[in-house]
């Protein structure tokens, strides 16, 4: 199992950017395909965006046209890309790798969007 450690986050007023990235907290041999998951106070964690291996790159509705998901194998790092932020983007920011439920949960990184 991998726990990934998420970075990048902070306050921003609408409208504004930011770019979020995760490594592995472990020695891995590569960065994997992760998803990006956010959670609000009293809201379930969400899938904002996820890029398969495959190549499929999927985004969150609310999201799509906002976000960009992309990672740097040489870096073994994965980042998202989040701009014309919004106030209901306010949430705690994780990723994870695809494919392995078993992975523990990072300590995600928080991101408030104030109007």
């Known amino acids: 199992q991998v726990q990934m450690v998420e970075s990048g986050g902070g306050s921003v007023q609408a409208g504004g950017s930011l770019t979020l990235s995760c490594v592995p907290s472990?020695?891995?041999?590569?960065?994997?395909?992760v998803g990006w998951y956010r959670q609000a106070p009293g809201k379930q964690r969400e899938l904002v965006a996820a890029?398969?291996?495959?190549?499929?790159?999927n985004y969150a509705d609310s999201v799509k046209g906002r976000f960009t998901i992309s990672r740097d194998i040489a870096k073994k790092r994965a980042y998202l890309q989040m701009n014309s932020l919004k106030p209901e983007d306010t949430a705690v920011y994780y990723c994870?790798?695809?494919?392995?439920?078993?992975?523990?949960w990072g300590q995600g990184t928080q991101v408030t969007v104030s109007s």
């Open positions: 472990g020695s891995v041999f590569s960065i994997s395909h």
């Open positions: 890029e398969t291996s495959d190549g499929t790159i």
């Open positions: 994870r790798r695809l494919g392995y439920g078993s992975d523990p």
